[in-house]
Each structure stands twice: as C-alpha cells, then as structure tokens.
C-alpha cells in the first residue's frame, strides 16, 4: 500500500518559514506515515527536518500550481494539500484539477490579536502546539562567552534606532564582561550608511558576522548566551534555536509575529509607542541580563 501524500504550500521569507515549522511538525504528528513535501523558499531547506521533501517554490516544474488558466497543465497530485497563502484560490483550484481530494487553505496573515502560529492551526483545523524551540536539535551543545547583535530587520522601519543599539552593546558588554558578536546580511545594507555603523561593528571585543550561510550561522548563533535584536528572520532562528532572545518591535505586533518559543525564553520589548519615549536603556539591559541569567 503506498503512503498518503501530503503537499504543504509554504513560501515566504525566514521567519515565515520558522514559524511554519510547528504546523508542518503537527501534519507530521497526524500523518506519521505520510510523504511530506513542502513547497517552499529555496533559501531555507536546511531548517526543516529529515524525512521531509523539499521542493522550491520558484522552480519551473510548479508554475502550473499558481497559473490562473482554465488550461494550466496539472501533472501531479496528492492525497491532501495544506496551502498558506493570502490568495490561494488558483492553488486551490489547480491542485484539485490535478486530483488533490483534500485541500486546506489558510491565510499567511493573521487576525489581529492572534499569533500566526495558532491562526494557521486553527484555520488548517488542527490543535495549537505548545510552544517550543523548533530547531534546537541544530544548535551545538557548547555554549561561547558571546552576545549576539542583530541591528537590522531588512528595513528601517522595523528597527531600533541604530545609536540606540551602539548604547545597548556599550552597556551590555560593560557589565557582562562578555564579548560582542555582530551579525548583518544582504537585508541590512541601509545599515551601512549611518554614521554609528563604524563604531558599532568595530568596537571593543566585538566581532563582526556576515553573510554566513545558514547552517554555519545555526552553529555560531546557536552558541551565544544571549541575543539581541530587532524582529525579523534572524530574531526568530535565534529564537528557534534555544538562545535567550530579547526581541524589539517598533512596528510590528508581537502578539502576531514573535517567535514561537515559552516565554522563559523570549523577553519581547514592544517599543512601538516610541523608543525615545522615556525608556531608561540601563535599566532596560538590567531587565535583559536577569532574563537571560547573565
């Protein structure tokens, strides 16, 4: 007898993926026996866990999936589909024309109020998980003497002042003694251009990261003691990865969009009112430290 299979339509960017994890953790907990393939960004294949297929969702072979033709080509089908995305009336249709019985279709945004992760478990009509370090099985054993920085978020927006970071390391590492890794990528190039940036990334006992590759970046991050940054992509591996994460939203709503994680774990700072709203950044870092036992 052939094993069902199941096809889980997932694109988006690192922290979408992330936050996947636990719905695709949940459909392999209903369907032990299944095969699962998760059509998704090519970028993040190393983060989902074996004995998962995966498929990137830009490749040729799946534009009949999004094609919104009466005559779109449909060479495969499943046994069910889980497909998350805001317009997923073509996907839905597609796979169905090919022969997917059963298609599941939820919105990739949540309803204000709600986390995505139980908006995706609600709306797909499975049980909401506890909450969890999704990759901790990445992260090495071996814990450095290290904080970890990340002033970004893939725009300005989303991000604390990059001056109010430089206070925040200066502070940090004042009173811990420890030593300060800086971590950017190709998202944060606007960092480049502020004046702070130089002192930052160059300061006293820091270390400046780019660029690493994702399973290399696991294994360095995994380490840190403590984690400090903005919300975006690199919050929630960190996160996801078991690291004491202090996490600022300045736009975004951590009621919807924080990682997944027990609190214990998370110590999130909603600076959307206004940064400079009469914040005191050493009693801030005094918060931070006793969270995460430093």
């Known amino acids: 007898?052939?094993?069902?299979?199941?096809?889980?339509?997932?694109?988006?960017?690192?922290?979408?993926?992330?936050?996947?994890?636990?719905?695709?953790?949940?459909?392999?907990?209903?369907?032990?026996?299944?095969?699962?393939?998760?059509?998704?960004?090519?970028?993040?294949?190393?983060?989902?866990?074996?004995?998962?297929?995966?498929?990137s969702i830009?490749?040729?072979?799946?534009?009949?999936?999004?094609s919104s033709s009466a005559d779109a080509r449909s060479p495969r089908a499943f046994n069910r589909a889980y497909v998350i995305l805001n317009r997923a009336d073509d996907v839905a249709r597609n796979l169905q024309r090919a022969g997917t019985t059963s298609v599941y279709a939820a919105s990739s945004t949540p309803s204000p109020g709600k986390h995505l992760v139980e908006h995706l478990h609600e709306a797909l009509g499975l049980p909401v998980p506890q909450r969890r370090p999704a990759l901790a099985e990445l992260a090495p054993r071996e814990k450095s003497d290290l904080i970890w920085i990340h002033?970004?978020?893939?725009?300005?927006?989303?991000?604390?002042?990059?001056?109010?970071?430089?206070?925040?390391?200066?502070?940090?590492?004042?009173?811990?003694?420890?030593?300060?890794?800086?971590?950017?990528?190709?998202?944060?190039?606007?960092?480049?251009?502020?004046?702070?940036?130089?002192?930052?990334?160059?300061?006293?006992?820091?270390?400046?990261?780019?660029?690493?590759?994702?399973?290399?970046?696991?294994?360095?991050?995994?380490?840190?003691?403590?984690?400090?940054?903005?919300?975006?992509?690199?919050?929630?591996?960190?996160?996801?990865l078991?690291?004491?994460?202090?996490?600022?939203?300045?736009?975004?709503?951590?009621?919807?969009?924080?990682?997944w994680v027990p609190g214990a774990r998370l110590r999130v700072m909603d600076w959307r009112a206004g940064w400079a709203l009469g914040v005191d950044l050493e009693e801030e870092v005094d918060g931070i430290l006793d969270f995460a036992g430093l």
Not at 58 to 66: E, Q, T, V
Not at 197 to 216: H, K, V
Not at 242 to 259: K, L, M, R, T, Y
Request: net charge negative; charged share 20%.
């Open 151 to 240: 002033p970004g978020s893939g725009g300005s927006k989303k991000c604390v002042p990059l001056e109010v970071i430089g206070r925040l390391a200066d502070t940090l590492r004042s009173k811990t003694n420890l030593e300060l890794a800086v971590t950017a990528g190709e998202a944060d190039g606007f960092l480049r251009g502020c004046s702070e940036w130089e002192r930052l990334i160059r300061g006293p006992s820091t270390y400046f990261l780019e660029d690493r590759p994702l399973l290399e970046l696991c294994k360095e991050l995994g380490s840190a003691r403590l984690f400090l940054g903005n919300d975006s992509g690199i919050s929630h591996l960190a996160a996801g």
């Open 242 to 259: 078991g690291v004491p994460s202090a996490v600022f939203f300045v736009s975004s709503d951590p009621i919807q969009w924080s990682p």
């Open 58 to 66: 830009d490749s040729p072979r799946w534009l009949w999936l999004f």
């Open 1 to 55: 007898m052939c094993p069902e299979t199941i096809l889980i339509v997932r694109p988006g960017a690192l922290g979408d993926t992330i936050l996947s994890l636990p719905l695709l953790a949940s459909i392999r907990s209903k369907h032990p026996d299944a095969r699962i393939t998760f059509l998704g960004n090519r970028s993040y294949q190393d983060l989902l866990p074996p004995g998962t297929e995966f498929q």
